[in-house]
């Protein structure tokens, strides 16, 4: 038995297994709310509590309230100021024809929004795959008498599906591969990059059940190694950048800065499982910040707008494109109902095949449509060969280490 007292009766056992088993992405639920898991309790790699001075990878949020308890005062308060001030207000969302103009939002702002991404069939279809994965990795109980089994390294009951993988992606399930290559989502991605020589990279997503009562910190996913190379340089043309050369005939300044900001290595597109409300902890982006060199300021220094900048209003079926380099996080979750962003993770055309790794399996790369091929011909294995870890679902990093080596 793992630290943490003592271990969950049967009766307990069987009760979370009627809550997984009706459980839901975008309706109100069952799961969630454990009041035996106290605010910032992380986890190491096997499932041990971790004191904070002892490497904590998570940021802990010391405002949070006190207890994981909905009606707990702490939750209330927190819950009226939400209601209040959750939100960007005039946030702009895209239809999916509208190509250049989420393209000009992305560059402006680092991200867009663009409604109905999803027909109501693919909705349906992610949302079960949403909830049949995260029933895998909630059916591990919690040290003592906790619900839950928290991720390795994060913050109580928010989870990431791609590092809850022990192939650290999503590909080998066809609820994801079936949303690399949309006719709503493919024009945007090819305009942003000005061509469709990009690459998946790969797709997983997080999530943050109800109850997840701390805000994550702000931060990007990758840091830009600014190197001008001539294929992006190439791509900065492609996308209408204009070149300046100072007196020695380099490019000056201001147009590398341009390139840079033109050129991100990577695009994400997070699908909504349900509308983002002020209450279900949307995901918060920091408009302009994919420019930015200086990191994100520390928890504990983030001001009330930055906590504030939420993509509240956002519907189900919709999406967020991110450029990755974008300060963002998530926020409380003070309701009943889940939270779930599934994504897709597309490379930069001038980005070569180094650090992509053979994470879908090749039956699953023959379902998908001629572009989805292409796209994808970087992460996909040999016919018959299964790549590692893909298909088991775990929060500890030690067993998905463990899976991954069978």
């Known amino acids: 038995m793992r630290e943490g007292g003592l271990a969950m009766t049967e009766a307990r056992k069987q009760e979370l297994q009627a809550e997984l088993d009706s459980m839901t992405v975008h309706q109100e639920t069952l799961v969630g709310w454990d009041e035996n898991t106290p605010p910032n309790e992380t986890l190491d790699q096997y499932g041990n509590l971790l004191a904070r001075n002892r490497g904590v990878v998570s940021v802990p949020d010391n405002r949070s309230p006190k207890r994981r308890v909905y009606d707990d005062p702490g939750v209330e308060a927190l819950r009226e100021h939400l209601r209040e001030h959750n939100g960007i207000r005039g946030l702009e969302i895209c239809d999916p024809s509208e190509v250049e103009r989420a393209a000009r ?3 402006r702002d680092g991200f867009v929004v663009v409604r109905d991404l999803l027909n109501a069939e693919q909705l349906e279809t992610w949302r079960a795959g949403c909830a049949e994965a995260l029933k895998q990795i909630l059916e591990t109980p919690g040290p003592g008498e906790r619900k839950y089994m928290t991720e390795t ?5 928010r989870y990431s599906y791609g590092t809850c993988s022990a192939s650290r992606q999503m ?7 079936h949303m690399i290559d949309l006719p709503t989502t493919t024009p945007i991605v090819t305009e942003i990059f000005g061509s469709s020589d990009y690459r998946v990279w790969g797709s997983g997503g997080d999530l943050c059940l109800p109850g997840a009562i701390e805000y994550q910190h702000l931060h990007s996913d ?3 190694g600014q190197h001008l190379s001539e294929a992006r340089i190439e791509q900065a043309r492609r996308v209408g950048v204009e070149f300046e050369t100072d007196s020695s005939g380099n490019f000056d300044v201001p147009t590398i800065k341009m390139i840079m900001e033109m050129t991100p290595p990577t695009v994400t597109i997070n699908f909504l499982m349900a509308d983002l409300t002020w209450e279900n902890g949307p ?4 408009p302009g910040t994919h420019v930015a060199q200086q990191p994100p300021p520390i928890t504990d220094d983030e001001p009330d707008w930055m906590r504030h900048s939420t993509l509240v209003g956002a519907p189900a079926g919709a999406g967020v494109f991110r450029d990755n380099r974008a300060w963002h996080g998530a926020t409380p979750n003070l309701s009943k109902e889940i939270r779930a962003l599934p994504n897709v993770e597309y490379a930069a055309p001038w980005r070569t095949q180094d650090g992509f790794k053979v994470v879908m399996p090749h039956e699953m790369w023959e379902t998908m449509t001629p572009h989805g091929k292409k796209l994808c011909e970087w992460i996909k294995a040999e016919p018959g060969v299964w790549p590692p870890g893909a298909g088991i679902m775990h929060p500890l990093a030690n067993e998905r280490e463990e899976a991954a080596k069978e």
């Open 105 to 107: 939002i992305f560059r």
């Open 222 to 224: 990758g840091r830009d």
């Open 283 to 286: 995901i918060r982006q920091i």
């Open 153 to 157: 390294g994060r913050l109580p009951h």
């Open 171 to 177: 590909l080998h399930h066809p609820a994801w591969t």
